[in-house]
Structure formats: structure tokens, C-alpha cells
């Protein structure tokens, strides 16, 4: 179970509900430790005083406030506690929006919301009244020293409090130089462009299945580390590879709808490749199964069929197809019974020589 990172109360007008804040999300990048390449020899994280050069103890620490040039203030955990001591331990709810209305910019890091001891009833109560009306509730509440503007959302049967930014955080979009959708200029997309991108959205739609993305880099790097540790090159860099300069090119006109033509092309190629697969999968273990079973006496019969009934039982189409072959059979023929006289005198004139 993920550790416990905050216990406090869900402030819901004049309800309390006793809370356990856990994590969310892990990271799963992979440990890595900086190496003095001289001697191997561990590069710590030191804290070092900026006047005498020298580390110091993380006992020996503590947060100031400079208030005037070098003159600090100091301040301790417990500072923080009492600066408000309701807010450090209350998820205030101020708000609910629909929780379709809330920017996906805005969000951070998400947390799970449990039940502390006789929090249940009103636990339950807060997730089905959210649940029902389909809003998310705005919250503040102080984490680590600073606080944070939250979304409460229902997610199955638990509350997740997502931390947000605030709105001064977020830089605005009207700084950013953006194409119109449909316009008619060059950079605008137009309707057959989006005609196709529709149907490429289409086909690539399935259902929400997270687990089946992973962190594919992550697997590749570990793959190359395996691979030194095989090699015994663990304490060998590998130099950097020389990249050659492309030669630079002309901007080019692109066709936006023959590219996604392709990739439609591509991804009906690729469902193709895919039942052909199944397929030949099932035949393989179709022609697996044990010697020891008998075929039956329909499939036995079917193989002591004359070759004649099998051959009326044949489609049209292959009976048609052996009629061309024949045809053309004849034509080949008739054109090599009408060769030029003149080169079957040579085949005389070629064999009297010989002799």
C-alpha cells in the first residue's frame, strides 16, 4: 500500500470527513548514480556552504526568510503548522464545476483520497452526491509547506484529489501564434484534410486500455545496460557517434490528404496482416492436434469421394478460369505453326552446315 503522505479532514460546508492522503503515481525512472570516471569512486548530492566551501549536515539545516540583505528569519516545521493550522490539515472545498469545464493544463499530480476511522459514512455520501450530478469539487489545501488549488474528482469508488495550478501559473494562450481551424489560408485546415483525418481518428479508436503503454525507452536503455554487462564493458563510455550534417532542403508542398490516405492504407494493411496471423495460428494448432484421434466418419467419407464428384463439386469461377488457360493454350500454339518461312531455312541452312 503507498505510503501516507498527509491525514486532515474534508471541510464539505459543515461536514468533516477524516482523510488519508496517498500517492497517486510512481515514478519509474531508472536509479542512477553520478561516478567519478577517474577511480569509480560515488559523486554525492552535497550541500555545501557557500562561504567556507564545505559540506554541511542536513542536521545542521533550516529555511530563512531574508527579510533585508543578508538578514534572515528562521523557520521550522512547526512554523508552518501554526502559521494555519486549519488549513494544513483541511481540504477545503470552496467550489463544484463540471469536471468536463476544468483545462487539462491545469492539473499536476494527481492523489488518492481514503477514508480515515469513522470517515466512511461521509466518504460515501461526498463520492455518490459527486457521482450523481457529475461535478468536481475546487479545494485548497496545504502540502509540503504550500498551498495548493485541488480538484476533487470520482474516479469508480474513490475520490482523487488532483493538485492544480493557479491561474498565474499557467501562461495564457493568446501569447501563442496559432493556426485557425478552417480558414482559407495556407496554414488553415481544409475540409477534405479533415474529412480524412476524421476517418484516420475512427480507425484508430479502441477502448481505454492503459496497460498496454509502457515506457518503451525505459526498456531500451535497460536493454543496452544488459548488454554492457554481458560484453564486460561496465566501466567503459561509449563515445560519442558522428553525426553527418543533412544537407539542408527547400521547403516542400505537402499533401496532407495523400499522407492520410496512406496511413489509412497502412493501417488496413496492418489488420489484414493480423487475422492472416490468427489464422495460420489456428491452422497450426489445428495440424497439432494428437495423431491418435480418429476422423470421423463424415471426413472419412469426404476423402473416398470419387475424383469426379470433387471436381463437379470445383466452383464456376476455377471451371472458367481453366477455359482462358486452354484458350490461350491454342492461341500459342496456332502462332508458332505460323512462323516466318525464312527462319526455318535458316534451321536448314544451320543443321546442313553442322553436317
Request: hydrophobic content about 35%.
Amino acid at each position: 500500500m503507498p505510503r501516507t503522505i498527509w491525514k486532515g479532514a474534508i471541510a464539505f460546508g459543515l461536514v468533516n470527513i477524516p482523510v488519508v492522503l496517498r500517492p497517486a503515481s510512481r515514478s519509474q525512472s531508472l536509479d542512477l548514480d553520478l561516478l567519478d570516471v577517474r577511480d569509480m569512486a560515488p559523486v554525492g548530492y552535497q550541500r555545501i556552504n557557500k562561504s567556507t566551501g564545505k559540506p554541511v549536515d542536513k542536521a545542521h539545516i533550516a529555511k530563512g526568510y531574508q527579510y533585508a540583505k543578508d538578514e534572515y528569519v528562521l523557520l521550522s516545521d512547526e512554523d508552518f503548522r501554526r502559521a494555519n493550522v486549519e488549513a494544513t490539515q483541511t481540504v477545503d472545498i470552496v467550489s463544484f464545476v463540471d469536471a468536463e469545464s476544468i483545462p487539462p493544463y491545469y492539473f499536476d499530480t494527481p492523489y488518492y483520497l481514503e477514508p480515515d476511522k469513522r470517515g466512511e459514512r461521509g466518504y460515501a455520501l461526498l463520492h455518490e452526491t459527486m457521482r450523481r450530478t457529475g461535478k468536481a469539487a475546487l479545494a485548497l489545501v496545504v502540502l509540503r509547506a504550500r498551498q495548493h488549488l485541488a480538484a476533487m474528482l470520482v474516479h469508480d469508488d474513490a475520490l482523487v484529489l488532483n493538485t492544480m495550478r493557479f491561474a498565474d501559473e499557467v501562461l495564457p494562450i493568446a501569447e501563442l501564434r496559432l493556426p485557425k481551424v478552417a480558414s482559407g489560408k495556407a496554414t488553415g485546415a481544409r475540409a477534405r484534410e479533415i474529412e480524412m483525418a476524421s476517418k484516420l481518428v475512427e480507425d484508430m479508436t479502441e477502448d481505454w486500455a492503459p496497460e498496454q503503454y509502457r515506457d518503451t525507452y525505459r526498456d531500451d536503455l535497460m536493454a543496452r545496460i544488459e548488454e554492457k554487462i554481458e560484453s564486460g564493458k561496465t566501466h567503459q563510455l561509449t563515445p560519442p557517434a558522428e553525426e553527418e550534417e543533412a544537407p539542408r532542403q527547400g521547403a516542400k508542398v505537402i499533401d496532407m490528404v495523400a499522407l492520410l490516405r496512406q496511413s489509412l492504407g497502412k493501417r488496413g494493411k496492418g489488420k489484414q496482416e493480423e487475422e492472416s496471423e490468427a489464422e495460420a495460428e489456428a491452422e497450426t494448432e489445428t495440424e497439432a492436434e494428437p495423431a491418435r484421434r480418429k476422423p470421423s466418419a463424415r471426413h472419412a467419407a469426404a476423402r473416398k469421394q470419387p475424383a469426379a464428384k470433387r471436381a463437379s463439386a470445383t466452383p464456376a469461377k476455377r471451371t472458367r478460369s481453366t477455359k482462358s488457360k486452354t484458350a490461350g493454350t491454342k492461341r500459342a500454339a496456332k502462332s508458332a505453326s505460323h512462323a516466318p518461312a525464312a527462319r526455318k531455312s535458316a534451321g536448314t541452312t544451320s543443321r546442313k552446315r553442322a553436317a
